[in-house]
């Protein structure tokens, strides 16, 4: 498929495909520039969004043995969903299968590395986004003083 590289505002060619933190891609008009001073787009504000495909997943889905997708949301959460279920935005309903499960962060111990700060084991962390870190595994969150506790050694890979 070709994407149109030209802003249908202004005319001006499209910049390079950027990914934002949360994994959206988007093209903005080149004819624009970001002022920090100011907090607003100088020139031309045209923003292109690029749809991001669902990935098809190797595993099945357990109510109904259909494909799973892995879909990112808007707030860059990736959860897998039925590949069956679909969204009829003219009823506001959803047909198919309702099978959805967010992915959660996994933390498996590192027994043969141990924190630089501390010596403490490591532990390796993926995060519900799909990003892995190797943290302490002294670290923990204190729920009652809302801060982190223990060794603050972080290594994001
Ligand atoms: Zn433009
Ligand atoms: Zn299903
Ligand atoms: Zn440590």
């Known amino acids: 498929m070709e994407e149109k590289t030209v802003c249908p505002k202004c005319g001006s060619p499209l910049g390079a495909v950027e990914t934002t ?4 891609q988007l093209q903005r008009c080149s004819a624009g520039k970001w ?7 100088d020139g031309c504000d045209y ?3 690029l749809v991001v495909e669902p ?4 595993e099945k889905c357990p109510k109904c043995g259909s494909a799973l997708l892995l879909v990112t949301t808007r707030f860059g959460r990736k959860m897998k969903r039925c590949s069956t279920n679909k969204w ?11 099978y959805f499960a967010w992915l959660k ?7 043969k590395e ?8 490591l532990v390796l962390m993926t995060t519900a986004g799909g990003k892995r870190l190797k943290k302490c595994s ?20």
């Open 88 to 98: 009829d935005p003219a009823t506001k309903t959803s047909s198919g299968c309702d």
């Open 105 to 111: 962060a996994t933390v498996e111990p590192l027994e």
């Open 35 to 41: 002022n920090k001073e100011t907090r607003s787009v």
């Open 138 to 157: 002294t670290n923990t969150w204190d729920r009652q003083t809302r801060t982190a506790v223990g060794c603050d050694f972080v290594q994001w890979l």
């Open 47 to 49: 923003v292109k969004w």
């Open 55 to 58: 990935e098809t997943l190797e």
């Open 21 to 24: 933190k949360t994994g959206k």
């Open 114 to 121: 141990a924190c630089p700060k501390c010596g403490a084991p």
